[in-house]
């Protein structure tokens, strides 16, 4: 194991490692992010070593457990370098085919290639499928190349070099010069510019000073952080290590969620590698500048992003926000000057100090420069991370690189920056994407989740379910977000169930109100978003709800099954798929679905082959009447 | 100490530096509305009853008067329309959990005798969930034997595994608690020798 001493050293450990390798071998990139190897990856790796063997071929072919590449939709994905043969949804069975046509006598396997939604051809370099062709992966796209476990393989691409010319050629001020002209903004969520933290830690007076990753990220749907912490750690790192130096950091954290276990897993991996090669500890790279990482697994709670909470965490204490009026820049950890940035933020930084400033500030918008990795997930053709260019259309990332709304069904909405972001409807297609322009339509970029809804999403059902998920997640500490949670679910409820009156929406929206006015930290603060967002843009859903009606026939409560006597045959295929014995009727007549006793779970209408069966809402107006004067308020 | 100069609903005073917007107001005898308060402790932010409006570079901003230092020159509006919507939605948050305690006091200056909300169901005692008795069982008597337990919608107060053994019987949590609800628990801890983790029941949506 090469201790590097000087940045000579590193230089001449890269330069060797290019030398020894050889573009022209033959190497298999399997992936095995987390979406990859729950669809079995693992197995297919097997099964490719198994074959290698049977071959010989194990000294001229390589194989990379990669991370993830980020077309989840298609996993498990195997590239075949140096084709770049993109093969999708590839099980163990495929592999036998994949080695004597591609790797014994460099043919595709056609079946195995993507399809083109649009022409329906096929398509053989990874680098031409739509998906990734309009993408801009400038932070994510190394992970294809990478094998986490390998700091060579991330030194052979350069990685380290940042690090290297920060220390051995910049002043820690020039650093932080750098990161601000580059006007690099927090990928985590407020979007606040990450230079002038840095500066605030740096100019604040107490010492020590400490620096953390913050990869706490637990939007329902949203897993870049995770992605990125699992199939590139140096990257973070790395960034991490020269906004330390910039700062004047000698003692950093990463804090990972205990429920990314391999994300803990490939960045302690990470951080022995690193500390063994003499790029953490002492005098690194021969520089006198000192830095140590230390990785604080989170118990999972959501709220925990939160910085001032999450410094708790790692203070030993209760994950919970305390007012900031004193920034956590100044007074974060142990009382201590802490700059916090998000995962995505850190990983950014080496390509600043690389390619300069300018280079950066050239992609993007002037006000929201660089990339932004998106989680595009929901009702869309290609799910998967997404990375772009800010400034890029909704349209785009949902039709150019998502590939549309599946089964030619309509767009209703895209719901942005998680939980507590908002939805936007379809009439904002065009908008351009940045952290700006989604915050002026009542939404936020967040950490970069990206819903997209189609014509079949209720948007009252889409807040209560957004609303749940906070009410379980807010920490209860202050009384607007918790109980104003409570309140503000148990209305919803209401209204998706069809017993909720008109005084109780003003309620809801003067609630939401003061919520937003007066919790205590931003998740609170950010709590009434799915509610105003959607009440903003779908005010119409709320109101048919109030009337008994569900205009996507979403809510249970307000829906019905009901068979079409002009086209039921009576063949009774129906009355054997209902579990409740709900239908009834005689062989070869109309048959009945007894409302009272269905459960709604819609098996009659998928069975049906005469699309008799019929979903229809507010036929429940008068039952539901009759339920709220018996007394349920 | 060094002297600011402060406003606070027009009166200009001068304040210690490092002392709250709330502890400066009283000292004017301006006289904001606090649940989780308590001089004795350390300043929590939690109740939100304490909101007030401040304004400095002209830029208005709503904050928790418990937790916000003063500043050379703020200004300070303890009542405003933004000020009195909050806590009579507070207000009525809190009667919709707990009958009693000292928000009842609060909603009655607002003209708040129902709660718009309704009732949360809480089969023992109320509470408000101020965290009072766990912060002064920690911060003064740093025993450590009352805490909370559970999170967002599902937080109440208990006492710690084991807690006979820790809690010293001093019983001066019951004065900080104007719901009784400690005084039920402590009760309990009385009636079982050997405590499992007392929560009360967990409330429901």
Redo the contacts between chains.
Sequence with gaps: MEKFSSVEDLENHHQNLLSRRDSKKLSIAICSGTGCHAYASEKVVGAFEEQLQKHNLTVSVDIKRTGCHGFCEKGPIVVIYPHEFCYCKVTPQDVSEIVTQTIQQGKPVERLLYTDQKTGKKITLETEIPFYKNQTRLIFGNNRKIDPKSIDDYIALGGYAGLAKALSKMTPQQVLDEVKKANLRGRGGGGFPAGKKWETTKNAAEEPKYVIVNCDEGDPGAYMDRSLMEGNPHSVLEGLLIGAYAIGAHEGYVYVRQEYPLAVENTEHAIRQAEEHGLLGKNILGSGFDFNIKVHRGAG?F?SGESSALMSAIEGR?GEP??K??HTAVSGLWNKPTCLNNVETWANVPFIINNSAQWFASMGTPNSTGTKIFSLVGNVNNTGLVEVPMGITLREIIYTIGGGIPKGKRLKAVQTGGPSGGCIPEKYLDLTIDFDELYNVGSMMGSGGMIVMDEDTCMVDIARYFVNF???????????C??????M??IL?DITSGTALE?DME?LE??S??VQ????CALGQSAPNPILSTLKYFRDEYEAHLRGECPAKVCKALTQYEIDPAKCKGCGLCTKNCSVEAIEGKNKSVHRIKNDMCIKCGNCLDSCKFNAVVKTTGKQKEFLKKQITVGT? | MTSLSVTIDGKTIQADEGTSVLQSAKKAGIIIPT?CHDEALE?Y?????C?VEIEKNNRKK???SC???VEKGLIVRTKTE?VD??RK??AE??L??SPSGAHVDIAKQYGIVQS???Q?ENSESPC??C?LCVRYCAEVKKKNAVC?V??????TIALVPGASDTCSSCRECFNVCDAGKIVYLVDMVQEISCLPLQSSQK?S?
């Design positions: 709670a709220v209760v305390r007012p009026y004193i906070l009410a379980q997640e807010s920490c209860g500490k202050c009384l607007p918790r109980e104003g949670l409570r309140q679910l148990r409820n005084e309620l003067e609630l109100e003061v006015m007066s919790a205590l308020r | 649940l300043p932010g939690a109740c939100r009853f909101m709503l904050v928790a937790c916000y230092p933004n919507k909050i939605i507070l948050l809190l919709s959990v718009r909300f309704k949360t408000s969930l965290g909370f559970g999170r967002g919608i599902d937080r409330r949506i």
